[in-house]
């Protein structure tokens, strides 16, 4: 295995016919949780979905594991070992937890391995999936993900619409992830959350990446992280928040 599982090299995608990512250019190290930051609209979701070949990459490469994979369908991109975690936690709701996992598996993966990332789901594994609590569902995503024993797994905003304490959860699953050796890439709305677990970052304006670096460098600091977002912060909004992180 290369230095990089996932690679991106001047990588410009489109929504439909509107250019939104830019010349974005990132690497993911295996065993590790890279995140992704931006305001809304940034184009973070759109590059998540271009990696994933859900939104057509018009130049740049995309390697996994060394190889260019972004000319591939998105089974084939699954198949090379690319997870991705969208938004939108979809689950076969009138299929049990257990159903849920064994039609992602795909031959490969064992159900035990997601139980121990989530004993939470091992206790409600005869469940349909539709009953399951909103964090929970959202484990079991998680879960059939790691299923399909990828090398490395996109998660978009995993904390939508969820409390606090259900994030923190999921992100000390992320680290558990990470420890298993799957590389991680990350859009998350609590940035300082991500920045504790991540190792590097990029931050993203009107699709291109503004930041590239390590997580301690930005982690906590609220004026630096408004001026990647929005640009620079105007001095009197700065006076009026007293210098304090968010």
Do not use: W
């Not at 990512?21 to 931006?38: E, F, I, K, M, R």
């Not at 390697?63 to 936690?89: H, N, W």
């Not at 709305?189 to 990446?209: P, S, W």
Request: net charge negative; glycine share 12%.
């Amino acid at each position: 295995m290369s230095g990089e599982v996932l690679s991106l090299k001047d990588v410009s995608i489109n929504r439909g016919d509107t250019p939104i990512v830019h010349d974005v250019s990132l690497t993911v190290a295996p065993g590790t949780v890279t995140v992704v930051l931006g305001a809304n609209g940034a184009g973070k979701t759109t590059l998540m979905d271009g990696i994933a070949g859900l939104a057509p990459v018009t130049s740049g490469t995309i390697q996994l594991d060394g190889a260019p994979i972004e000319k591939f369908p998105v089974y084939k991109r699954s198949q090379a070992g690319l997870g991705y975690v969208e938004q939108a936690r979809t689950v076969f709701r009138t299929l049990t937890v257990e159903q849920n996992l064994l039609v992602s598996r795909s031959g490969k993966g064992d159900a035990e391995k997601v139980y121990e990332l989530f004993p939470e789901l091992k206790k409600r594994r005869s469940l349909q999936a539709g009953h399951l609590s909103g964090g929970e569902q959202q484990m079991l995503v998680l879960g059939r993900a790691l299923i399909s024993d990828p090398k490395i797994i996109l998660i978009d905003e995993m904390s939508l619409g969820l409390a606090p304490v259900v994030v923190r959860r999921l992100m000390h699953a992320v680290k558990d992830l990470v420890g298993l050796g799957i590389a991680v890439l990350l859009i998350e709305q609590f940035a300082n959350l991500a920045l504790e677990i991540g190792a590097n970052a990029y931050v993203l304006r009107k699709g291109r990446v503004v930041f590239d670096g390590p997580c301690d460098e930005i982690r906590g600091d609220s004026e630096r992280l408004h001026e990647f977002y929005f640009g620079a912060m105007p001095t009197d909004a700065v006076v009026e928040a007293g210098g304090e992180n968010q």
